[in-house]
């Protein structure tokens, strides 16, 4: 990489800062507040253990000290970005500000929450130790020094987004891209594994967690790593996937806990449903309020086969395979039964009459009991007892040892559902990388025009509505093995408890319409978010509501953007502007008359 | 011009009528294309040439009269008329703006691929023949129309006349025996109209027929072997561009029937009078407003 063609990055007249400080002296002040910040986490920041994590120790980081490490580490990096560090260079490609400023502010930040929250939670300045002390000064200084770097542009918005002259990346060897993605796939696992492994009472840890994710990613992404990362992915499509996939596999075995194994699998069953919505929802544009019906008719669906004696059906017990074709085919009929008649209907009439239909299979399942109706679904009471899945002898209902480590019952259906997980995938981009695929998106885009185009527009609107029933069936299977039992509540259009209907929705338009990772990074943050940030109890739908707010206000595109809806929604930042304009236009007529 | 020496008919329109309501847009209107010809529809706004091409394409359901394509009578779905052979664009572009140039014109390939949903998910090599030879086809299309250089910009982006050109190739990559264009000029300047000109008499060399909608009269009676004026909803006329160009009652429709005492009279009279004289004493480099 370039180092010494490259000056610093100051533009001839030197912007200034907001503060008015030399420009040494602004990185002196950024590197000294991260060495503080990194300095203070091997001290106690309080006296007692009482506070989560226990922070009392000197020597050793916990908690949030932890955490505070980390973000102080990454301020020190992009504060000797500064220097034109040789060898550092490619974390700042552009020398910009702003990612050094984000980079301070997550240490600041999570320095300050923490110390705020020993303060309140314990009562008092009194609890804070000398570490908290130094860590709160230290990422001041740190931000006050970045501040004080030549300032990106006059508004707000340039100290946090990304600056327009980050120049292409430098080309690395095949195998040295491939090794880039190995290790981000490495580090997003142990951020999840460490997410996902907070003590659900030490909410205060996960705030942290948080803070230092959104502001270091958010460094990361104005620095334009993000960018160059997502260049990366597309060209090695197939090993990304198949990394990510590896690390998902790895995760029991790192995080070897069976709360955390079934946190595991309730958010990849309701991330494979997304998946399937996102057929519907993201690529063919119909919006369906309805969907968690088909999850439903599919957990019932295997329920009645599995052989529990609460089953209308308790004599037969399919064998996995079969359970699956079961689920998924059941799905498919209901799919089709309510697609053909409401697929005639256009925009919100549509989604009117699957919200409808949804809480048809829910109310209809509820009275399928014997009295309102005939026996089939056992009513309110639901199929209970669903023994444990065997595949091939392989009981999943039990502990194995592989090694040293043992695998237990919800790390097994961990790893059956992340095939499943990977069948969807595949399924949705190999259908939408098709002819099928680019009829779904034309209907999406424009209807008429679409059936001028020859595209029988019922016809492939309804294979996608019973695609994603189908898909959402699939992955209903095993959610009834997973949670031993089947009942009609959770399958509503709201509810505070995935999965609903909204929450479906809402994990495929926060993560990002019409791509795979959204709407799997969507439905993971929106359940573990709940999950983790207990002391929000009754608030929680507020909470939820809040960041929805949010993040349409300020990512309407969702967070992982699809190429075409990052257009569609910041058309004064289009990537791609034809480079050229008219053939010579410069005459200046337009046609007279007409 | 030269036309090809087989002219049967392409397209035969008879007695096409379509209510609605109260209101009839198109009367009893009848129209054929032969093949290797070039058609205009002209009319004043409003004269209901874009309800009669919905009715040819199967949009709308005509209420009286049927459409036939080279013999067989078409029936009124919009995909069923792409796929029988006739393609259309529309007056207001309608793209899909979120899809690249090279994806639009794949969708244009809809009618003529057979790949389902089966053969997408297994990938078999059937399914990528078909997927390569659709793209090559795509490819030389976006050549034809001079576009292939801007393949994966999005739709949306191209300016307003690449926009133009793009429906065209679009509507072309389903391999018609009828171009229907409506509009394909609106908005364009007289280079891009000239550009557009050379454009359909090219399609017209591939042995594709065109019905072509226009306002612009030079355009349409540079390009056209038959003009129909179609005004109300009924068919004034038809014939070649001299004909129609000559016909009073089509410059009636156009311009209105002068009559004795009518308001302003003395004012045109006093206009052109003037006019008259200045065209005579100086040169003037102004051209005369119609």
Same mark, same amino acid.
């Given at each position: ?28 002040? =950024? ?22 994590? $226990? ?12 955490? /505070? ?48 929250? =020993?303060?309140? @939670? ?6 804070? $130790? ?33 600056? @327009? ?17 190995? %290790? ?118 295997? %329920? ?64 399928? /009991? ?17 023994? /444990?899945?065997? =595949?091939?002898?392989? !009981? ?36 939408? @990388? ?11 885009? @424009? ?44 399958? +509503? ?19 990002? &319409? ?67 304009? #008219? ?12 | &011009? ?8 392409? #397209? ?15 009367? !009893?209107? /009848? ?59 529309? +007056? ?87 171009? #229907? ?23 017209? $060399? ?13 355009? =349409? ?47 045109? %009279? ?21």
């Amino acid at each position: 990489m370039t180092t010494t063609a490259k000056t610093t990055p100051t533009t001839p007249d030197t912007p200034r800062g907001l503060i008015p400080l030399p420009q040494s002296a602004a990185r002196v002040l =950024i590197a000294l507040g991260a060495i503080g910040t990194i300095g203070s986490t091997y001290m106690s920041w309080t006296w007692t253990s009482d506070f989560p994590g $226990d922070l009392t120790y000197y020597g050793s980081p916990a908690g949030l000290q932890i955490l /505070d490490l980390v973000a102080g580490v990454l301020t020190l990096f992009y504060a000797l970005t500064r220097w034109n560090i040789r060898g550092l260079n490619w974390l700042n490609p552009a020398g910009a500000t702003a990612p050094v400023f984000l980079a301070a502010a997550s240490a600041f930040t999570v320095s300050w929450f923490s110390a705020l929250a =020993i303060a309140i @939670d314990l009562g008092g300045l009194v609890n804070l $130790d000398p570490g908290a002390y130094l860590a709160a000064v230290a990422s001041l200084i740190a931000i006050l020094g970045a501040l004080a770097l030549p300032s990106p542009g006059n508004t707000a918005k340039a100290w946090v987004s990304k600056p @327009d002259n980050i120049p292409p990346a430098g080309k690395l060897p095949a195998w040295g891209e491939r090794l880039v993605i190995t %290790a981000a796939t490495a580090v997003g696992l142990i951020t999840f594994a460490y997410g996902i492994g907070v003590d659900p009472d030490a909410s205060e840890t996960f705030i942290g967690f948080l803070l230092l994710v959104v502001f270091g990613s958010w460094a990361l992404l104005a620095a334009g790593l993000v960018e160059r990362f997502s260049v990366l992915n597309a060209r090695h499509k197939g090993f990304a996937t198949s990394m990510a996939f590896l690390a998902a596999a790895i995760f029991p075995f790192v995080e070897n806990n069976e709360h955390n194994a079934n946190l595991g699998v309730n958010i990849l069953v309701v991330a494979t449903v997304a998946l399937g919505l996102n057929i519907v929802v993201g690529l063919t544009g119909l919006l369906d309020l309805g969907y968690v019906a088909f999850l439903g008719v599919g957990a019932y669906a295997a %329920a009645l086969v599995s052989g529990s004696e609460f089953s209308r059906f308790s004599g037969i017990q399919f064998p996995f395979w079969a359970a699956m074709l079961t689920g998924m085919a059941a799905s498919l009929i209901f799919g089709v039964l309510i697609g053909a008649p409401t697929l005639r209907l256009r925009g919100d009439y549509l989604a009117i009459v699957t919200l409808g239909f949804g809480e048809i299979f829910r109310i209809t399942v509820n009275n399928l /009991d014997g009295t309102s109706g005939p026996n089939i679904t056992n009513g309110p009471n639901g199929i209970s007892m669903i023994p /444990d899945l065997e =595949i091939f002898g392989f !009981n999943l209902g039990s502990s194995h040892t592989i090694g040293s480590v043992t695998i237990g019952r919800f790390a097994n259906y961990l790893l059956l559902m992340l095939i499943i997980t990977a069948i969807v995938v595949l399924v949705f981009n190999r259908a939408a @990388d098709s002819r099928i695929g680019r009829s779904w998106i034309a209907i999406r885009e @424009d209807e008429t025009a679409a059936t001028a185009m020859g595209i029988n527009g019922f016809r492939v609107k309804l294979i996608a509505f019973a695609l994603g029933a189908s898909l959402a069936g699939l992955a209903g299977t095993v959610s009834a093995h997973v949670g031993y039992s089947v009942n009609p509540a959770p399958y +509503q259009f709201a509810g505070s408890v995935p999965p609903n209907s909204a929450f479906l929705l809402a994990a495929v338009v926060l993560g990002g &319409m019409g791509t795979v990772g959204g709407p799997i990074l969507g439905a993971t943050l929106l359940y573990l978010l709940p999950e983790k940030l207990s002391f929000l109890k009754e608030y929680q739908l507020f909470a939820f509501g809040l960041a929805l707010v949010i993040l349409m206000r300020f990512r309407p595109e969702g967070i992982i953007a699809n190429r075409r809806r990052q257009l569609e929604f910041h058309e004064t930042e289009q990537a791609d502007i034809p480079e050229q304009s #008219l053939p010579d236009t410069t005459v200046g007529v337009t046609k007279a008359g007409a | &011009m030269t036309t090809t020496t087989a002219t049967s008919p392409v #397209l035969e329109a008879t007695g096409v009528t379509m209510r609605f309501g109260g209101l009839t847009a198109v009367r !009893n209107v /009848d129209l054929t294309v032969n093949s290797g010809e070039i058609v205009g529809l002209i009319g004043p706004n409003g004269a209901g040439k874009t309800t009669f091409f919905n009715c040819l394409t199967g949009l709308y359901v005509p209420t009286e009269g049927k459409v036939a394509y080279k013999g067989t009578v078409l029936p009124p779905k919009p995909h069923l008329v792409t796929s029988a052979g006739i393609a259309r664009t529309f +007056q207001n572009i309608r793209l899909f703006a979120n899809m690249t140039v090279l994806e639009n014109v794949l969708v244009g390939r809809h009618t003529r691929t057979k790949e389902g949903l089966w053969s997408a998910l297994l990938r078999g090599p059937g399914f990528r023949k078909a997927e390569a030879a659709s793209r090559e086809r795509a490819m030389e299309l976006l050549e034809f129309i001079g576009l292939a250089h801007k393949a994966d910009h999005l739709a949306r982006n191209l300016p307003y006349g690449e926009q133009r050109k793009l429906e065209i190739a679009r509507a072309l990559a389903s391999d018609p025996g009828l171009l #229907l264009l409506d509009e394909p000029t609106a908005g364009m300047n007289p280079q891009e109209t000239r550009a557009t000109e050379e454009l359909v008499f090219a399609i017209r $060399d591939k042995g594709i027929a065109v019905l072509v909608i226009e306002h612009d009269m030079r355009f =349409i009676f540079n390009l056209c072997d038959r003009v129909a004026c179609l005004v109300q909803g009924e068919k004034l006329v038809e014939g070649t561009s001299e004909v129609v160009q000559g016909d009073e009652r089509v410059i009636a429709a156009y311009l209105g029937t002068p009559f004795e005492g009518a308001p302003g009279d003395e004012e045109i %009279a006093e206009v052109e009078a003037a006019e008259a004289t200045g065209a005579q004493s100086t040169t003037s480099t102004e051209g005369s407003a119609q």
